[in-house]
């Protein structure tokens, strides 16, 4: 089968690679924090379905592992829409409950992260900061840039009749949007910003501004701007605006150290900041990578990136939010109840075969999103 796989140098688009659950191509990949068997690693259910893909979506932290910045080998991809064609039970045995032969045939997403359920974290309610977690196409697992692949049935949702598979691509998106934004009562807040115009800018901001007519989004791409005034939410190039320290919240979705920066030189004293996307490259197991997506660069209002000055959080006594992925059910209930419009955020479309070349044109920060067919 065809699959895109990140070798020690490059790239790879697979004609032949092993089906998986084959016995010749390993789910699971050796990382440092790997000390558990797979089937250790799915909550407690050794219970996996094989999932035929329909459509994938290619993240900004595909384009880094794709460009050697993340230490993965094996199959790419965690952003997925597919059916379930089988179940198979990683413990050996042939009893399959009914619980898990029901996934059989159907459409769904699911969550990237897969968890152990046995540590000390996930037993005190921190499952998703797992210490033995796995990640698709990032940290340990293979992912979902394959014709077929594996995920535990305990990380799938289902996908209604009414999403397309598009849609259901934003699930993990608009999951992590709907997270951020129920950090805090945004309701009560006089003045919010999301920084950045890229796809988790753009869902943030949709997101927030369902619950606070005031929130705006500053960006750098005014081609993206018509998008915020179909929606209805309030839109400025960012080098337009006055640094007076007057916002409430700033949600920070730029991936960027100078993003940071200027946040805090945006939010009032005691105000917070939501830090939706790292400035330094953080794979999923929580560890710095040492490297920026793009290197060190001028960012916005000429705040170099490569370092972070934190010394206004200290003066002006900010509290900095850091938030995470969100629950894959409620990115699909806000899908299915149109809370979120996504209609126009692919920007790109390509065959799995293609995908190295598709990786490039997601690297342009002028796309939005950039999905894969197989």
């Known amino acids: 089968m065809h699959a895109v796989v990140r070798e020690d140098k490059r790239v790879v688009v697979h004609k032949d690679w092993p089906e998986p659950g084959s016995g010749s191509a390993p789910t699971t990949r050796p990382t440092d924090a790997s000390r558990s068997t797979p089937s250790e690693r799915t909550n407690g259910n ?21 460009r050697g910045l993340v230490n993965f080998r094996g199959v790419m991809g965690h952003e997925f829409v597919g059916i379930v064609e089988k179940i198979i039970d990683r413990a050996g045995t042939s009893d399959i409950p009914e619980s898990a032969s029901a996934w ?40 979902c840039f394959a014709e077929r692949f594996l995920i535990p049935v305990t990380n799938l949702a289902e996908l209604p009749k009414g999403v397309s598979d598009d849609a259901g691509v934003f699930a993990q998106g608009v999951a992590a949007a709907v997270h951020a ?20 800018g753009l869902l943030c901001a949709q997101v927030m501004a369902r619950l606070n007519a005031s ?33 409430d919240v700033v949600v920070d979705c730029t991936g960027s150290a100078s993003g940071i920066t200027l946040a805090l030189r945006l939010v009032r004293p005691r105000g917070k900041v939501i830090l939706k996307s790292a400035g330094m490259l953080v794979n999923d197991a929580g560890v710095a990578t040492g490297a920026t997506l793009d290197g060190p660069k001028v ?19 900010v509290e900095l939010i850091g938030v995470r992925c969100g629950k894959i059910a409620e990115g699909v209930s806000a899908l299915a109840k149109g809370e979120v419009d996504v209609s126009a955020l692919v920007t790109g479309r390509s065959r799995l075969g293609d995908a190295v070349e598709a990786l490039s044109e997601a690297a342009d920060t002028r796309q939005i999103k950039v999905v894969l067919e197989p």
């Open 104 to 143: 059989i045939g159907k459409r769904v997403v699911g969550s990237k992260t897969i968890v152990c359920g046995r540590c000390e974290r996930c037993r005190g309610g921190l499952s998703s900061h797992c210490t033995d977690r796995t990640v698709l196409g990032t940290h340990g697992r293979d992912g």
């Open 299 to 317: 960012g916005a209002r000429g705040v170099a990136d490569g370092g972070i000055d934190l010394s206004l959080a200290v003066v002006n006594e």
């Open 215 to 247: 929130v705006r989004l500053l960006g750098t791409h005014p081609a993206k701007f018509s998008l915020c005034e179909r929606w209805g939410v309030k839109h400025r190039h960012v080098a337009e605006v006055g640094l007076r320290q007057d916002q």
């Open 181 to 200: 934004a129920k950090v805090m009562r945004l309701e009560s807040k006089a003045y919010i910003t999301v920084l950045g115009d890229g796809p988790m």
């Open 46 to 66: 050794s219970f996996e379905a094989l999932v035929r893909l329909t459509r994938a979506g290619i993240s900004s932290f595909d384009v880094a592992v794709s």
